[in-house]
């Protein structure tokens, strides 16, 4: 009784803990780059019903896989125009990412309470948090591969656990969604979590392959035709916009390069966790400590491997790191288990677990005084929640410092685990007003004008055209040569976008063939102008061109 009473309680906490962290306050965080450019493709499959052609502001979108494309269409036509309600897919992902870590490392650790331990340190990660709150791709390959994992994993090693494997059914299921990862982000996460994984895999637990071959080329076959199917239409149909679109593709992958160690912080996006991420690469040490020493192990390969075939990538974003929240997560997890099962004796274990213990307790001490000084006097958050989260926070701050001087590691993780979700619940939406732009203006407010609704949008062809630019106004935005009057007159009456003075780059001899209205200057940059990431790009002065009234 007691044991189903236990299982109980951690499968219902993180069954909360998914839906605050993927669900909850869901439409608050602001829209990114990528983002948009989804969202603005699920439009407009669901305007000109191109499911297998997809465009993005009138143009071909062949070098992105569709199936993230899809999700945003089905949302639009369902809901439209509902940032929430698009989101919804990418939680669903996020779920379905942590419900198969869960079941993985169950898998690879059978000891009661790890696999439980090692998903809510995955959860609390917050750049899985936010990968799983903006409607993304990535998430759809880190997900379905995430499965690919499992089932695979089930392949090839069931034999030592049951008399009667089914290995074909796990390879046809592993093949599936292995080629749902490639649909949803074609092979970035075959290469950032599969290839690693295997490798790991290989050189710390080789499986015996005997009578495995079979089922191994069922595999491929399966996750070949999954996603295969699409670009052989694509070759078939437009063969020089599909040669194009992967010369694009390929350009990106060695375009925004960065030295080798980029990424020597990557233990930084784990968040909260960082210091134990650092503390998990001191093999010597925990090796001896640890009694999930084989698992330990794998996971620490695992994250160093990921770490060295992203670094061999000349392409380099932080956002790219994200697949390696499952090797930290399952590094860490051994680390605190070790805690679970007993507390600290060494001089260096107990200096480690109380440092990291009152660590986390000052920072969740010092929210409230954030709260107060950047929520509550700006009027972001109203008296009444303010208080509330401030109880929650002290309390969880109490919880955790006692819990770090009693040694006791449950305390820790949930108490972390307690601190996201009032964050997610009650904080997501006030911390994006500490970071929102007051003076944002967005060319969506030109909606509200009957006379400007049906009027089509240009930019100044000399400019630079940013794809949030058409998610805010709702409309294909597209060149103008405002340097060629025939061009000009063509597009009248219309709408201009230009990021300088138009008397500074509409000719003489253009202006004086059309009557112009200034709208004034739009700002749809969700950031202040003091960030760093605030961008002049986003800054237009929109004008009404019209044809030139004739004199009476």
Not at 31 to 60: C, F, H, Q, Y
Not at 385 to 399: D, E, H, N, P, Q
Not at 491 to 513: E, S
């Amino acid at each position: 009784m007691n044991v189903m009473r236990k299982v109980k309680f951690e499968t219902l906490l993180l069954v909360v803990l998914c839906l605050a962290a993927f669900f909850v306050n869901n439409g608050v965080l602001p829209t990114d780059g990528a983002e948009v450019k989804t969202i603005v493709t699920g439009r407009e499959i669901v305007e000109n019903g191109s499911w297998l052609l997809p465009t993005m502001n009138g143009e071909l979108r062949l070098g992105v896989p569709p199936l993230s494309g899809w999700g945003a269409a089905i949302m639009e036509w369902l809901l439209p125009d509902n940032l929430s309600a698009q989101r919804i897919p990418v939680g669903m992902m996020g779920v379905m990412w942590a419900l198969f870590f869960f079941a993985t490392a169950r898998y690879l650790e059978r000891r009661r309470g790890f696999a439980e331990t090692a998903t809510i340190i995955f959860i609390t990660c917050y750049n899985v948090i936010y990968s799983g709150r903006v409607v993304n791709r990535g998430i759809y390959g880190y997900a379905f591969m995430m499965a690919a994992i499992y089932f695979l994993l089930k392949m090839l090693y069931d034999a030592r656990y049951y008399p009667f494997p089914h290995k074909w059914r796990w390879a046809l299921l592993s093949g599936l969604m292995m080629g749902l990862s490639f649909l949803g982000n074609g092979s970035v996460a075959f290469y950032s979590l599969l290839l690693p994984f295997m490798v790991t895999m290989s050189l710390a637990r080789k499986p015996e392959m005997k009578g495995k071959w079979l089922p191994t080329l069922l595999l491929v076959i399966v996750a070949l035709c999954t996603f295969g199917w699409w670009y052989i239409y694509l070759f078939s149909s437009h063969p020089d916009a599909f040669s194009e679109a992967l010369s694009n593709e390929m350009d990106a992958w060695i375009s925004n390069t960065r030295p080798w160690y980029y990424y020597w912080r990557f233990f930084g996006e784990t968040g909260i966790w960082a210091f134990f991420v650092l503390a998990s690469l001191i093999v010597p040490f925990w090796v001896k400590k640890v009694s999930t020493r084989r698992l330990y192990f794998l996971a620490v390969v695992w994250m160093l491997v990921t770490l060295i075939v992203q670094s061999l990538v000349p392409r380099k974003d932080m956002s790219d790191l994200v697949p390696m929240a499952a090797p930290c997560a399952l590094s860490v997890a051994c680390l605190l288990y070790y805690f679970l099962e007993k507390r600290a004796h060494g001089k260096w274990e107990k200096g480690f677990f109380y440092f990291n213990g009152y660590f986390i307790t000052l920072v969740i001490f010092a929210l409230p005084f954030f709260i107060h000084f950047r929520m509550t006097t700006w009027h972001l958050i109203d008296v009444g929640t303010a208080l509330f989260v401030y109880l929650f926070l002290f309390s969880i701050c109490i919880y955790v410092a006692l819990s770090t001087k009693r040694g006791e590691a449950k305390g820790i993780i949930y108490g972390v685990a307690a601190l996201f979700f009032v964050m997610e619940c009650f904080l997501l939406g006030s911390i994006g007003g500490v970071f929102g732009n007051s003076q944002r203006k967005s060319l969506g407010i030109l909606q509200g004008y009957d006379e400007l609704r049906r009027l089509p949008i240009y930019y100044n062809a000399d400019d630079q055209l940013r794809m949030e630019l058409v998610y805010e106004s709702r409309k294909q935005i597209h060149p103008l040569n405002l340097k060629n009057p025939q061009e000009v007159l063509k597009a009248v009456p219309c709408i201009l976008l230009t990021q300088d003075d138009l008397n500074k780059v509409l000719p003489a001899n253009v202006a004086n063939l059309v009557d112009t209205l200034h709208m004034g200057i739009y700002d749809d940059n969700r950031i202040p102008r003091h960030y760093e990431h605030y961008n002049l790009e986003l800054v237009n002065r929109v004008t009404v061109l019209k044809p030139k009234s004739k004199a009476p």
